[in-house]
């Protein structure tokens, strides 16, 4: 088993270009299960999802080749089956999109229930409500969702909920249904515009992404092409937080600077300086954090996926802050492992209420999830001290080169496996 370990106290100057976005590389790769035809992806992020979906295309008797470190070639011109294997589908949440991708290939789908990060109940019922309208017989035994359709028929489906998953999911399926589908109070994140238009380049007719109700007609097939993904909204976002967290200067490449409006607005509340270009940010700080309230909200509201790594940054903000989860039920599970690092934070229900610090001094902790862990690398990274950081798993499933992207810029950080001392000679002195 590896860990990380981290030298805190040195401030974040420099460069980074941001990857991919993760959570439109792990929609747009089952999305590809709807193409006759070799689809050429660019942009995709070199992440442990992407390989395990990678893995379970190929199972299916897809073919897929790598041009270069980030553009994949995927040809599902010859599938065979319908039925993911188990312990391939359990990895990970996004292989539920595996289910609409092979209900609109084959009008049949069978596939595990999802896996992922464990901060609370995943319901995907919202999911199979659609698959349910678009004609599809659903059920779910042992485990795993087995759909069947004679044929797919377009429908208009209202979401209970505001559900990412659920509106990319309706959206495969319906590409190749007969008639129009409307999906209604549908999730504007920026990847599902990004699998819109990643379909709608294949040949699909998806129009309205990015508002509330979008509108899928069905066309007969879709053929091949070229696609790049969008820049990675929430990786930006934790190096804008770790920038401002250690007093660093960054300049954060490759982003469209639209999708941070949320993250921006409140570093600014923050006392961090914010400056926008057409395709990077600047962040830097030198003052004191000032403290402040969130409410995580679907998108244009302040992400979830960032809530952890801000939790990190306002421990040691002057004052009380007082961040409020609405998307997920129980996503405060590493709060303890902050704690163990001098944070005074106090849960109530979905409120994390963070009496701010002078400093964090290092400790050993463990990931417990795919953003817990970056808000501990971030934590790590302000702290006074050394931190040990347990459970990579995590942070491999959604950030490339994290550790080389950090160490760019002035980060002690080092990945060795659990025995070794980290290399820092001057570990002591700082300690």
């Known amino acids: 088993m590896e860990k990380m370990i981290v030298m805190g106290g040195k401030p974040l100057n420099g460069e980074v270009t941001i990857s991919g976005a993760k959570n439109s590389a ?52 010859n599938l065979k089956t319908h039925v993911v294997p188990y312990e391939m589908a359990v990895k990970m949440r996004a292989s539920s999109y595996l289910i609409g991708s092979l209900i609109g290939r084959f009008n049949k ?28 017989d659903v059920k779910l035994e042992h485990g795993v969702v087995n759909a069947v359709a004679e044929k797919l028929i377009a429908s208009s489906i209202y979401l209970d909920v505001v559900s990412v998953g659920a509106t990319i999911n309706i959206m495969l399926a319906a590409s190749k249904a007969e008639g129009v589908t409307h999906i209604e109070n549908a999730s504007k994140e920026p990847h599902v515009v990004d699998v819109a238009n990643f379909l709608n380049a294949m040949g699909a007719n998806i ?13 007969r097939s879709l053929h091949g092409g070229t696609y790049s993904i969008i820049p990675d909204q929430i990786e930006a976002g934790t190096f804008m937080l770790a920038a401002a967290a250690t007093k660093g200067n960054c300049l954060i490449k490759n982003v469209i600077p639209k999708h941070l409006e949320a ?87 979905r409120s994390a209420i963070i009496q701010g610090v002078h400093e964090l001094m290092g400790a050993p902790v463990k990931m417990t999830d795919l953003r817990a862990g970056a808000a501990l690398i971030i934590a790590g990274l302000a702290a006074n001290g050394v931190t040990e950081l347990a459970n990579l798993v995590h ?7 994290l550790e080389q ?25 700082h300690a």
């Open 395 to 401: 942070i491999d499933r959604g950030y490339e080169n």
């Open 207 to 219: 129009k309205g992404a990015g508002t509330d109700v979008i509108k899928i007609t069905g066309v």
């Open 26 to 77: 792990v929609a747009v790769i089952p999305a590809a299960l709807l193409v006759d035809g070799v689809c050429r992806i660019e942009n995709v992020p070199n992440i442990n999802d992407v390989t395990v979906l990678l893995n379970i295309l190929a199972s299916l008797g897809a073919k897929h080749r790598y041009v270069s470190s980030d553009v994949i070639d995927i040809d599902c011109t």
């Open 263 to 349: 993250i921006t607005s409140k570093l600014i509340e923050m006392g961090v300086q914010v400056e926008e270009f057409e395709d990077s940010v600047r962040v830097s700080r030198t003052g004191e954090l000032k403290a402040t309230n969130i409410k995580t909200l679907p998108y244009p509201g302040y992400p979830t996926d960032l809530q952890p790594q801000t939790v990190a940054l306002l421990s040691i903000a002057k004052g009380v802050s007082v961040i409020t989860e609405s998307v997920w039920d129980n996503r405060f599970q590493y709060i303890d492992e902050v704690r163990r690092m001098g944070a005074d934070i106090k849960v109530d229900g």
């Open 405 to 429: 992207k950090l160490q760019a810029l002035g980060a002690q950080i080092v990945r060795k496996v659990c025995d070794d001392a980290p290399e820092f000679p001057d570990v002591k002195k």
């Open 109 to 136: 789908a069978e596939v595990a229930m999802p896996g992922g990060c464990n901060f609370g109940v995943r319901p995907i019922d919202q999911h199979l409500k659609g698959f349910v309208a678009l004609g599809a």
